[in-house]
């Protein structure tokens, strides 16, 4: 692909062109590996995988390219690779392996388990007049969910679309979402991966996808058996469909992407591409080829050399060209920001250049700032240009609303609101002023861990359908039943659990920062306790479509939270204020305490104290200026509250939104300064100051 004059991808020039390019009647093989002393290309019958039916050396060029051109590689034509090179420690040569071309842009399975083949494809799609939306970040809203579960049960979306791309983009579903308000799918990953051997001996399957087979090609379980049928071609152009159908309706499609590590898992694993290829080079490993392993899956990429981390890069250009993806959320993104001393590094060549790419301006870059390796957490170290979870976020939200409130029922209240406080005004502490409050993807569930619902009714894991003895999956949750473990027909306790995911989603939803709702939260989807359902396919993580009246009354508030959020510029600031200074699109914090008085230094931290009145001013450039009050009350005991006096200008408050309330209310009262309000335990309450 071509580069800009001041842009240069890792390996420069020399590693153009990777994969398979067609021209002049005939295709043009390229493959990177330092160490091997020969790589050939086999052909196969197009519907006996066994059967391979020509082969031909490839040429050994400068800075370890192997090249061929031959009219053996034609459209649609299924070949593999075979490498042979030295052995000794960090090689696995196999000469008699049949490898996936790591660049290629379709795969065709055949019979076993590890029979995958390349395809050759011819890139192009009639887009039409499809745009990528580009939603600004202060108005983007994540919905993150899983491509098979979101559509798998859906009434109105047709069986034979169930589960598949086309599902997805089926009018039913934007209707959905355009009726929830959110801008940005983030699906979970649709790279073709592959089921752990280990799970399949438990009749289990990897659901959620992060086992990468390779880096190009979309999952072909995923497209309807009519394009499964008819080919790789077929199922590129459904996933193409899918964007261009959810462009048209004005929403974002944001991949999570698994570059961190591959399908090969550890030595004996399954040998399909890298492993094969240059196992020295692609993977992590110390002198002796043990692999160094900070993923947890077995390998980690090596993207210090430079054919990794280039890998790297080609495949997102490729997903945000040909694909028109709209942003990529990296699955444990330490692993890939990790130096040839094996440490993170900020500075690390492939976040400069994913950050950097003319091809990937505009693209959203979204980090889960931690591996499992040491020093692998890294919340808040990413270079500018980058988003990044906020486990930080995560972990004072679920504290104030739940570990706290449980922990005050047998003595008193942990903490004060001061931390809780710092999230809710888009985590300073965290990402200083040079990145500002959207460096911070907001989060309070996600697919790993447990759901809202289950959040509010379990205090430990329940994960034996798993079949690890519940041994897998976090234990420290900071979740709270509310008094009962799992199901209940109490009624209070149904109270307290729905009024508690209320909370969670309306700071959530009105804290500064990038939200992202997790799909199904919204209504309360359960997973009956199990916080690591990865490996399971089945109605416990699909999402029901049959909703009763509270998951009804829900959704209502999730609707009504991210209408608020689009309406009040003060909800989404770009910037961190500057006390005494106008910076443009940040918004201006004052606080009070519930007697309507200013904060002092000493009730922040203060145990006794969890309410306060936080009042938001907005510094628009383009928007016109805005101001909300939140009331936040965190113990159970209610609350009177006196609205302050101190605010300059302010006439009048327009009650928005209660936390409170079973389903949002449509009368929209007001009040002036000094009132007081009764307000109900922990509950949250939002209005607009006039």
Known sequence: MPESRDFTAPGGPALDNLGVRLHDGVGTLRVWSRNASSVELVVFDATDLDWATDEAPLERRAGGIWEITTPLLQPGVRYAIRVGGPHGPGN???PESMLLDPYARGLAQGDGYEEWRSVVIVDGFDWGDS????????????????????????????????????GLAHPAMIEYFHSLGITSVELLPVHAFVPEPRLLERGLTNYWGYNTLNFFTPHTAYATEDARKEGPEAVLAEFKGMVRLLHEAGLEVILDVVYNHTSEEGIG???????????ASYYRQDDAGVYIDTTGCGNTLNTSVDAGARLVLDSLRYWAQEMQIDGFRFDLAAAIARDGAHTYTPEHPLLTAIANDPVLADTKLIAEPWDVGLGGWQTGNFPPGWHEWNDRYRDRVRNFWLSDIDYARRASAP??????????????????EARGPLASVNFVTAHDGFTLHDLVSYDVKHNEANGEHNRDGADMNRAFNHGVEGPTDDPSILKSRRKAMRNLLGTLLLSAGIPMLTAGDEVGRTQRGNNNAYAQDSAMTWLGWEFEPWQEDLRSHVTRLISLRNANPALRPSRYARLGEHIPNASVMDWFDQNGETMESDQWADPGNRTLQYVAASTPDQEDANRILLIVHGTE??????????????????SLWSSAEERPSDHFEEFSPGDVLPIAGTSMRLFRIE
């Open 415 to 432: 903490v004060g609101i001061g931390g809780f406080a710092t999230r809710l005004a888009g985590s300073s502490n965290t990402f200083g």
């Open 269 to 279: 694993g399954p040998r399909s591409s890298l492993r094969g290829i240059d196992n």
């Open 637 to 654: 005991s209610p609350i009177d509250v006196r609205l302050p006096e101190e605010i300059e200008g302010a006439t009048r408050f327009v």
């Open 92 to 94: 696995t040569y196999n």
């Open 131 to 166: 745009r990528k939306p580009r939603v600004p970040l202060d108005r983007t809203v994540i919905y993150e969910g899983h491509l098979k579960g979101l559509t798998k049960r859906h009434p109105n979306v047709p069986p034979a679309l169930h589960g598949t791309y086309a």
